[in-house]
């Protein structure tokens, strides 16, 4: 695209400069033992292990070149303590948020897979099939994203015409956080794939709403260690 085309673009597409518009980059929590040992972590307050953090401080240089105007996190310590190592190399001071934390899973929060299997089968088997389940008799995925999703648009509507704002959350929030921005029903939100620890995903914003640019990078590919846990 030409410079004379860019700039009509520009024109034509409210929020938009330089022919790229803003920008959310949503960013899961470095490891924790609770994904180590696949334990449901739900709104449970997990720190960090030695290589969560380390992963949270090798990501946050690599975020630092998106250059993001404004950072919000979950308030939770594996989410704040993420959020953190950011600061540390761009200054930014991250706003804290509850609305941002993990789904609440009640009974099932500090359970692995085969434990709540073993005790809640037919409960695990329904949410698994995409039906809507309180797993644990916690939130719902579609509550998680009325309370998460605002708050993302709220932050984005105070950054500049081009700018970028970061996300510090969990990967079961961030997935129905994109979904319910995209316009996706909730029965298909479980098609985004999860997000590796201290991975991210990019949404780009234009005349037709969300896109999803990018979804679970970080230049290296890493396995997925209890998505929503």
Known sequence: MNGAAQQETAEREPGRKNGRGRRVVLWRHGQTS???ERRFQGSTDIPLTETGVAQARRAARLLAALKPDAVISSDLRRAAATATELSAVTGLQPTFYEELRETYAGAWQGLTS???MERYGEQYLAWKRGEPVRRGGG???T???DRAAPVVLREVEKLPEDGTLLVVSHGGAI???IGRLLGLEPRHWE???G???CCWSVLGHGARGWRLLEHNAGTLPQPVLGDDV
């Open 34 to 36: 609770w994904n180590l």
């Open 114 to 116: 085969d434990e709540i």
């Open 139 to 141: 939130e719902l995925e």
């Open 143 to 145: 509550e998680v994203a």
């Open 175 to 177: 997935r129905v956080t």
């Open 191 to 193: 098609s985004l794939g």
């Open 195 to 197: 997000l590796s620890n």
